[in-house]
């Protein structure tokens, strides 16, 4: 894992101080190299081929490449190149996959088989060509202006670079409050994208875009009969692969049936560390640990699982917002998500005990419909006759924030608004409530709209996990990448590959779910090993609940912050007070996920604007 920088500019820019923002994703090694208006710089963590020959930018005669990622069948591509005469210099994946695309070209790139973000030079054709892996694994951002272009791993660089690529997407707002986070390939920053997954783009030396090529995508994959066997077969293989290390891998344990099964494989091989929560917060949320869940497991297989305490039992309501601030600095886009905090702090702990990669069974409930709002979305005949009760269940605590999303999904017309309905908070009437206007609403749906063309003809089910690909997943991925990276760790995702998604595409919709079981082949797979009792629960997540520190900041220590934050310069004051009095005042409603987003919200104005 590293941090990779780029520029095509005319300018004599020095890429030093932008490779200094990225020093916690490679503190090995960091160098750049120049040719006329190119400029690639890079910083190394050594997991693969420690050695310094591996280090980067890495050159082969006029081609050099800078790399960040892992490619798991480098050892099968790097055979297929001796038999065709090539040598090496070094026994890393780094050498092997610059060799591999000045052999096969970059169509070279679909026989990957990793998570990867890459730039390669090619002096002879003069150009420059950027690459991500298949599910965008691995981040990679664009800044683009006029024939001036800037990429990173990271966004902090660019700002160092070009501080005039600072400038909000105010239309974008919309999006946010109703997910929580963007779909690709937007980051909250007018002038700033991602690269879509699945895509290579290829520059001039004068910056100009001359080609772009989608190389890898769910909506085209070939439909064919996939028998669960395959699948079995494919996470030995695919656990194998991701343990192929020169460093000592670790776990990322929570319990749940993705994590156990990367816990049965590998068995005493790695060590599985669990997050800690003070149950009596579960309790107050109306959510089960998950904790207690991941030591019996953990007992009955008989491996020691190690814990640590998420937050500390003493924390402030200044050292809540703190954390707030730090999820917003750190996701660097307009992504709410609170398990950065769950993620750095476990990637703190492991990285004291000297791990530098740690694996995750994140991407399998995507991937195979794990998410009970799956259930909502294939048997939305059924449920709909549920609507009229489901207010007797506002006084549950793990149901109350649930019910709106409900209700709402079946209030909306179109899918991509019904499906949002589900993953955020804030309903469509509170957005445009709180924003003035309907214009960012229109704007998303829009966008949905397009996104879901490829996927028309597709079950309601298969156009949500697509949606998800492209939503829900990439800012998990982001998420992730991002935490465990300020603590130099190398986060890898067993179950999370082209490959199982073209196996899980290949199964039908009753094989991956019912309205008994979500993601049916990975319960089969665990059930082989271990009872019903220890998997058939309602899992927690990898989240701290965050409804203790929302009522112990009150409402007004929230309104301070918000008012000192200026988020009222975005948002109506009038609405924001309506949430903060149906939480606190009249106890209309379990506000606590909506009260925490404005929070988010107004940390990342306050250091974006």
């Not at 500019?9 to 932008?18: E, F, P, Q, V």
Request: proline share 3%; net charge neutral.
């Amino acid at each position: 894992m590293c941090g990779i920088l780029g520029v095509i500019s005319s300018g004599n820019l020095d890429l030093k101080i932008g490779l200094a923002e990225l020093h916690h994703r490679g503190p090995d090694y960091s160098a750049q190299y120049a040719f006329e208006n190119i400029r690639l710089g890079h910083t190394r963590l050594s997991i693969l081929d420690i050695e310094p020959e591996s280090n980067q930018p890495f050159r082969i005669g006029k081609h050099t490449l800078v790399f960040n990622g892992e490619i798991y069948n480098y050892l099968e591509l790097k055979q297929i190149l001796l038999s065709k005469g090539y040598s090496f210099r070094t026994k890393g994946d780094t050498e092997v996959l610059l060799t591999w695309l000045i052999h096969a070209g970059l169509e070279g790139v679909k026989d990957l088989d990793g998570m990867f973000a890459f730039a390669w030079l090619n002096e002879e054709d003069r150009v420059l060509s950027i690459c991500r892996d298949s599910l965008g694994i691995k981040p990679v951002y664009i800044y683009q202006e006029e024939n001036e272009v800037v990429f990173s791993s990271e966004i902090k660089p660019i700002f160092t670079l070009r501080p005039k690529a600072k400038s909000i997407d105010y239309s974008l707002m919309a999006e946010y409050l109703l997910n929580g986070f963007l779909y690709e390939p937007e980051t909250g920053f007018e002038n700033i994208r991602k690269l879509a997954p699945g895509t290579y783009e290829t520059y001039d030396f004068q910056g100009y875009l001359i080609d772009k090529q989608v190389y890898w995508s769910l909506s085209t994959l070939k439909k064919r009969n996939v028998k669960i066997n395959e699948v079995y077969t494919e996470i030995e293989l695919s656990v194998e692969k991701h343990l192929i290390a020169d460093v000592p891998v670790g776990l990322f344990y929570s319990g749940g049936i993705d994590s156990t099964i990367l816990l049965s494989q590998t068995k005493s091989k790695i060590m599985p560390v669990t997050v800690k929560a003070r149950e009596e917060e579960y309790e107050e949320s109306g959510m089960t640990s998950d904790y207690s869940y991941a030591l019996k497991i953990g007992n009955y297989l008989d491996i020691d699982v190690e814990s640590i305490e998420l937050l500390p039992t003493d924390s402030t309501n200044d050292d809540f917002l703190s954390l707030v601030e730090e999820v917003a600095l750190g996701n660097e886009e307009l992504i709410a998500d609170f398990t950065f905090q769950s993620s750095k702090l476990l990637s703190q702990k492991v990285k004291e005990k000297d791990f530098t990669v740690m694996l995750s069974g994140m991407g399998a409930d995507e991937i195979f419909a794990g998410y009970p709002r799956y259930k909502v979305v294939k048997y939305a005949y059924l449920f709909r006759i549920l609507t009229p009760f489901v207010s007797l269940l506002r006084s549950n605590n793990y149901y109350s924030k649930k019910i709106e999303r409900f209700i709402n999904y079946f209030n909306e017309k179109d899918f991509g608004m019904s499906y949002s309905s589900l993953i955020g908070s804030f309903s469509r009437n509170e957005v445009i409530s709180l924003l003035g206007n309907s214009d960012g609403i229109d704007k998303f749906a829009s966008k949905i709209r397009q996104m879901l063309l490829p996927v028309q003809g597709y079950s309601d089910l298969r156009k949500a996990m697509f949606l998800d690909f492209y939503g829900f997943l990439s800012h998990n991925f982001l998420v992730s990448d991002k935490s465990s990276m300020q603590a130099s760790i190398e986060l890898r995702v067993p179950l999370a590959t082209k490959k199982f998604y073209e196996l899980s595409w290949g199964l039908k919709d009753s094989e991956l779910m019912n309205l008994l079981y979500l993601k049916k082949p990975l319960r089969r797979f665990v059930l082989r090993f271990l009872p019903k009792r220890l998997i058939d629960r309602r899992k927690a997540g990898f989240n701290p609940p965050l409804d203790s520190y929302i009522q112990s900041l009150g409402p007004k220590k929230i309104q301070q912050v918000l008012e000192e934050n200026q988020l009222f310069l975005i948002v109506e004051k009038s609405m924001v007070n309506n949430i903060i009095d149906e939480h606190f005042k009249t106890k209309k409603r379990n506000n606590t996920y909506k009260l925490y987003q404005l929070l988010h919200l107004s940390y990342w104005y306050k250091n974006f604007v």
